[in-house]
């Protein structure tokens, strides 16, 4: 028999985390109290670092780049995936699989790249502290980010048009909670080995090379931390960095994982059950990470909260 198009029909089916009624409930109330708590979480390192002029520098701007980031990033996946949830199956057309894989790949990607300027950030506050100032000015930063955006959806956009170029004549259930295009691809038709390939190249380049930067940063930074006579300025040293370490930590690794090393077809559910890291886990942490033991985020936050008070207390008025 002819094979037919059933994709282009009946679009894609996704099996999800789990089949069991109570189980979805479950996760469909875990899942929305996480992307909650991340949209307030991060919405208000915006509104922090938008309001208070302390943490008006290269850091803080990055930081809120990568916060504005995270909700997209979030809200690109997590809504489908609760109305998949509570309705007990999860149909995406082919449209709408394409949009949702390709704007996820596109902040993931875009991640990757931010992650790595931040790096390069605090390597120039810490290492060259006097070319700081000029190698990260308004300008600077505009670029740096700007750039972070641009390529991130450029490399989306090239992952989408390989993709999706090919037909899909077989099965359209994919193993995943949501329509990562690193999976849809399995279910192409044809020779599909070129492909593979091409984005698996492009995926080591954006993964690969900002974490380079990443770990040469680092090194250098851990370098100077080492010269330090100061206690107290090797103390504020390590808090700017150990914060993002972590992040960069859990964030690559569960990428690199997924797209980088070679899969197993031993443990079929192990994607996306790491997918839930990268995709859920790390963009709530992101805020709570970078501002637990931030000092200066404290103090922003304890200066909006004071203001709040005072614009809530009573005014007194004296008659005469």
């Known amino acids: 028999m002819r094979a037919e198009n059933f994709t282009s029909e009946t679009g894609f089916i996704l099996l999800g985390l789990t089949s069991h009624h109570k189980q979805q409930i479950l996760l469909f109330v875990v899942f929305l109290t996480i992307y909650l708590l991340t949209i307030l979480g991060n919405l208000l ?5 938008r309001i208070d002029a302390q943490l ?7 930081l809120s780049h990568l916060s504005g980031l995270e909700i997209v990033y979030v809200t690109s996946t997590l809504p489908q995936t609760l109305a998949h949830l509570l309705a007990g199956n999860g149909v995406l057309s082919s449209t709408r699989c394409m949009l949702q894989g390709g704007s996820a790949l596109s902040m993931g990607s875009t991640e990757c790249l931010l992650l790595g300027v931040m790096a390069y950030d605090r390597y120039l506050a810490i290492c060259n502290p006097l070319r700081y100032a000029s190698a990260m000015d ?71 090379v900002p974490l380079s930067a990443i770990l040469c940063s680092y090194s250098c930074i851990l370098y100077s931390i080492c010269q330090m006579q100061s206690a107290a300025g090797w103390q504020k040293a390590f ?5 993002h370490l972590i992040v960069v930590s859990l964030f690559y690794g569960t990428i690199i994982s997924i797209y980088i090393l070679p899969q ?8 996306k059950k790491i997918a839930v890291l990268y995709l859920v886990v790390t963009p709530l942490l992101n805020p709570i990470i970078y501002t637990l033991r931030n000092k200066e985020v404290h103090k922003a936050l304890g200066k909006v909260l004071k203001r709040s008070r005072i614009q809530e207390k009573p005014q007194t008025f004296v008659s005469c």
């Not at 390192?45 to 670092?49: S, Y």
């Not at 170029?165 to 044809?190: D, Q, T």
């Not at 808090?239 to 914060?243: A, D, N, P, Q």
Request: hydrophobic letters at 45%.
């Open 264 to 271: 197993s077809s031993s443990f079929p559910d192990r994607d």
């Open 138 to 208: 308004r300008k600077h930063q505009h670029l740096l980010a700007t750039s972070c955006w641009i390529i991130g959806c450029l490399f989306s956009m090239v992952n989408v048009v390989c993709i999706f170029r090919h037909p899909f004549c077989g099965p359209n259930s994919i193993n995943h909670f949501i329509c990562e295009l690193h999976f849809v691809l399995k279910l192409a038709c044809g020779d599909i080995n070129r492909t593979k390939a091409i984005l698996k190249g492009l995926s080591a380049f954006i993964v690969l």
């Open 45 to 49: 390192i915006i509104i922090l670092v």
């Open 56 to 62: 008006h520098t290269p850091m803080y701007f990055f």
């Open 239 to 243: 808090s700017t960095c150990s914060s």
